[in-house]
């Protein structure tokens, strides 16, 4: 039995109370358990590049049409998302961390993870490119970036982006520094935004910058290499670490995305509005037709 209060109280602990950025469906109410025929509440924490994508508002209806639950989205970044699934705030998890997924499957917070699709990590800035990063490998665009001290905007908010961005300026040995490196703490959309209005770079996922790019003053320069490879997994949390947990709906939705029908509907997302499709379902090779 899910006990609704308990859970409404682990996410509002979890996300804060009111407005935190990225999140999209209501707490579910305090009260007792659904009768017979009525829908069942299932939290999904994911992140936030599903949502600004416009994904996910494709699959929760269908999901929910095919199924006994209302789905209650939770958007945050990778890592809060994670930090939901083991406090058991959540019953099904949508992330793109590998490497925090392993430590929380390692850790027996998870039950089951499986990919569901992917897409690639792109570097964008402003169309003049002031510091000519265009067509650079990763590493020497983020020295030049450096080099030049011009604006770089990161999320900062503990995503799979930030994860993956921190990792990339490691690998190129550099550490970034204020004034020129910023900080948001927000998503992707809105790190996108901050860094049009700045003229300055960020790194994104290709599914959510194409979703907003003509809002943007952005261009891609930067993009193509394996280490940019960006890789959605879906993790059910595991019950033996929290009986609140609705094990069944999360089953019953990792199932669901990882049918043909939502393959097929996953890989032709974005195509009649960009031209491409915005993720690659994982019955494609992520790796042989990066960012095509």
Same mark, same amino acid.
């Given at each position: 039995m899910k006990k609704n209060g308990f859970r409404a109280a682990a996410l509002c602990a979890t996300i804060g109370l009111g407005m935190a950025p990225g999140v999209q469906a209501s707490v579910p109410a305090p009260g007792g358990p659904a009768g017979a025929g009525a829908s069942r509440d299932l939290i999904l924490a994911t992140t936030t590049s599903l949502q600004d994508s416009g994904l996910l508002d494709v699959l929760v209806p269908r999901f *929910? =049409? !095919?199924?006994?639950? +209302?789905?209650? @989205? $939770?958007?945050v970044g990778s890592g809060e998302a994670l930090k939901m699934g083991e406090q058991g705030s959540a019953d099904v998890l949508v992330v793109h961390s590998p490497s925090d997924e *392993?430590?929380?499957?390692? =850790?027996?917070?998870?039950?089951d993870r499986k990919e569901l699709m992917s897409n690639d990590f792109v570097i964008v800035g402003p169309p003049g490119d002031?510091?000519?990063? +265009?067509?650079?490998?990763? @590493?020497? @665009?983020?020295r !030049? $970036?450096?080099g030049g001290r011009s604006v770089f905007v990161s999320r900062a908010d503990a995503s799979g982006t930030?994860?993956? *961005?921190?990792?990339l300026w490691k690998k190129a040995g550099l550490a970034p520094v204020e004034p020129w490196y910023l900080e948001t703490g927000q998503g992707m959309a809105e790190t996108l935004r901050i860094a049009s209005e700045k003229s300055g770079y960020t790194l994104t996922d290709r599914g959510t910058f194409l979703a907003v790019k003509a809002r943007l003053d952005l261009v891609v320069l930067v993009e193509g290499e394996a280490d940019l490879l960006n890789v959605y997994h879906v993790i059910t949390v595991n019950p033996e670490r929290h009986p609140d947990v609705d094990i069944r709906g999360a089953e019953a939705f990792m199932e669901f995305l990882? !049918?043909?029908d939502t393959q097929k509907a996953i890989g032709e997302f974005g195509r009649d509005k960009f031209g491409v499709p915005l993720f690659k379902p994982?019955? +494609?090779?992520? =790796?042989?037709d990066m960012g095509k």
């Open positions: *929910e =049409a !095919s199924s006994s639950y +209302r789905v209650k @989205a $939770i958007a *392993e430590r929380f499957m390692a =850790a027996g917070l998870g039950k002031p510091v000519k990063v +265009r067509g650079l490998p990763v @590493a020497d @665009a983020l !030049s $970036i450096s930030d994860k993956k *961005e921190k990792g990882l !049918s043909p994982v019955l +494609r090779s992520p =790796a042989a």
